[in-house]
């Protein structure tokens, strides 16, 4: 059993109900972006799909946030898409552009969607080429990457028991997702774990299993993929409601 460093002993935040974490990681958001943007001039977000997030990214998109974050430095790009265009209800980059994108005052060009319209593999091969070039590097670090976490252990779309786990090259792939038998675009753990800083964010009684079994992986377990996000710069964060951290003893 390898030793537990700093980086695999994540830091905890639980919030009572659900609006309280929403207001935890908006505060903490803004010092992130205030304190990216002071050192780089710019900062990087990935922003996680599904629904958990979608309460963050309405507090994200009012007042105070809307008009105190520097929105015009801040460049927000997705952890993963579902291969469907923009103005599908399942659509990831959709559901920010109504929730968030909606309501700021932001360049066009800041925001970095996934192509959810196009074929997986272009939009995979594309949106590793974007990255890449926008960061003016082959191994980009975002400052801030947001997930989510599925009660099966996914993240991102890093499915149990897909081939995209073991990627150790591409930052950016395709991915069959079994269960739904549809495709999505992900990315990889080697961009993932690149980043500054990764957090979090869960919610509900429905997901308290998956935390705990997490929290309390030893290593790195591909059946459990969430349990590969180690990234090189620190710890991971996890930021959860009560519910989902009624499980952690
Ligand atoms: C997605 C997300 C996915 C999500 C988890 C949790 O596109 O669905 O990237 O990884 O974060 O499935 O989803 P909920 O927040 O809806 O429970």
């Not at 989510?148 to 073991?166: I, K």
């Not at 591409?170 to 774990?193: D, H, I, Y």
């Not at 509900?204 to 993929?225: E, F, S, Y």
């Amino acid at each position: 059993m390898s030793p537990r460093n700093d980086r695999m002993n994540p830091e905890l935040h639980i919030a009572g109900r659900l609006p309280e974490l929403y207001a935890d990681v908006a505060t903490r958001v803004q010092k992130v972006i205030h304190t990216a943007i002071g050192r780089d001039g710019r900062c990087s977000v990935v922003l996680a799909g599904g629904g958990t997030p979608l309460g963050l990214y309405r507090l994200l998109g009012a007042e105070p946030y809307r008009s105190t974050i520097p929105w015009g430095k801040v460049h927000l790009f997705f952890g993963d898409e579902r291969m469907v265009p923009p103005q599908d209800p399942d659509s990831n980059y959709g559901m920010v552009a109504r929730e968030l994108l909606a309501h700021l005052s932001i360049p066009a060009g800041n925001i970095h969607r996934i192509a959810g319209e196009s074929d997986p593999r272009t939009a995979a091969r594309s949106y590793e080429h974007d990255l890449k070039v926008w960061c003016g590097s082959d191994s980009p670090r975002f400052d801030l990457v947001l997930l989510g976490v599925g009660e099966d252990g996914h993240t991102a779309s890093l499915f149990p028991g897909t081939a995209v786990l073991g990627e150790s090259k591409r930052l950016v792939a395709e991915v069959f997702e079994p269960r739904s038998g549809k495709w999505r675009v992900s990315l990889t753990l080697p961009l993932l774990n690149n980043a500054r800083e990764i957090w979090f964010l869960v919610a509900g009684i429905g997901k308290a299993d998956v935390v705990r079994t997490v929290l309390h992986a030893g290593d790195p377990d591909p059946r459990i993929p969430a349990t590969c996000i180690r990234p090189g710069n620190g710890p991971v964060s996890w930021f959860l409601d009560r519910e989902a951290a009624s499980r952690l003893g």
